[in-house]
């Protein structure tokens, strides 16, 4: 039954010894020892509390004993044992072995969706059942299912068209011309697969906290302005006008390098999913001790359904538009980790044919001034892209 099983029963274990040792003590200092009714208190609180089910079954296959957990788990029901573990009793009984049981969340609520029994004979004939929501791990399992898949394909793409370009070089080696345009391709492929791999890199470490935070005081400002200089290219390709409005002067503690990139990943994404000749904003405010940085387009927006999950790694709301911007599907997963691992969040607000606005919300600076000054910001283009004079 995994760990959570193993847990249970070494609790269990340590229970009974508890019990025992308290016995033996008793007979040399009995009026140091709590009585049967108190020991039986404590005995019957460990099993209330515990959020694993437990249930204890007669010969005739008649509760004896189940804590309210097994009840929420769907063990036992008005006093009866669940069908699927009267079955299992009897097999457990005839063979002597522990039975396995899969239950299903019947509440139609979404309560656990997996919950999974042990069950085994004593040696008085009775049967002892316990039970676990694995609904966590379950979830976990499938994550780490779907992020292998995830790669294997991701990986898979590039590779196999530097191999397929590989093969028309070859053939086309005495057209030059033929050799330098696969050439490029092979270029921009080779190009993707090291930065997808170096995203993979960058959102692992994030995640299980290996990236030491050089944390120091920043300038938002300074920010904004890499991340204006970082995306320049793209904006002026696309025909996108990024402007920059708000409060000047914030300041935030965090790692500058790690806020540059998430920024950029949200004003790429918001120059990629934008028609031509419509604006990208970028505001920043002081609000409720924090500071607030948003990226706002006038792009296809996202789906009420699709909202929750685009932090997610790989997800993609439009597969065939993404893969066709050059992106990992691992920028918003990156942004999500750098803010969580500021002691921030970031959220979206979007509508279908609107567009989009990406918020992320960061502690400002203990004692920090929230503004240095609120007059209008000048801004001049540059390449097709708006910045602060």
């Given at each position: ?39 039986d208190k404590y005995a019957h609180t460990v099993l209330a509390e515990s959020r694993t089910g437990y249930a204890i ?333």
């Open positions: 039954m995994n760990a959570a099983v193993a847990i249970v029963f070494a609790v269990l274990g340590i229970l009974l010894g508890w019990i025992g040792a308290l016995l033996v003590v008793r007979r040399s200092t009995p009026d140091l020892i709590p009585d049967t009714t108190v020991r079954l007669d010969s005739e296959n008649h509760v004896l004993l189940a804590n309210a957990r097994a009840g929420e788990l769907g063990v036992v029901r008005a006093g009866m044992a669940d069908r699927r573990i009267l079955d299992a009793a009897e097999r457990a009984a005839l063979s002597g072995d522990v039975i396995d049981v899969q239950l299903a969340d019947r509440s139609g609520r979404g309560g656990p969706s997996v919950i999974q029994a042990e069950v085994r004979a004593l040696s008085d004939g009775s049967v002892f059942v316990v039970v676990a929501d694995e609904s966590a791990a379950a979830r976990v399992e499938a994550i780490r299912r779907d992020f292998i898949a995830n790669v294997s394909h991701e990986l898979k793409t590039p590779i196999g068209s530097i191999s397929l370009l590989a093969e028309a070089v070859m053939d086309g080696s005495d057209e030059p011309e033929m050799v330098r345009k696969f050439a490029g391709k092979m270029v921009r492929e080779s190009t993707r697969l090291g930065a997808l791999v170096t995203e993979l890199i960058a959102l692992s470490r994030l995640q299980g906290g290996e990236t030491q935070l050089d944390h120091s005081v920043v300038e938002v400002d300074s920010v904004i302005g890499d991340v204006l200089n970082r995306t320049a290219t793209i904006a002026e390709a696309a025909g996108v006008d990024v402007s920059v409005g708000g409060t000047e002067g914030l300041l935030i503690t965090g790692d500058r390098t790690l806020l540059v990139t998430a920024l950029t990943n949200l004003v790429d994404n918001a120059i990629h999913y934008s028609p031509a000749a419509t604006p990208v904003s970028i505001s920043r405010v002081s609000r409720e001790g924090g500071v607030e940085i948003s990226v706002t387009d006038r792009g296809t927006g996202i789906a009420a359904a699709h909202q929750e999950r685009v932090f997610e790694r790989f997800f993609r709301a439009d597969p065939a538009r993404s893969r066709n911007t050059g992106g990992t599907g691992l920028g918003l997963a990156i942004v999500k980790h750098v803010a969580a691992n500021h002691g921030g969040e970031v959220t979206l607000f979007s509508r279908v044919g609107i567009g989009s606005t990406f918020t992320l919300k960061l502690p400002s600076t203990s004692g920090s001034p929230d503004a240095v000054t609120h007059k209008p910001v000048t801004r001049a283009t540059i390449n097709g892209v708006q910045g602060e004079m």
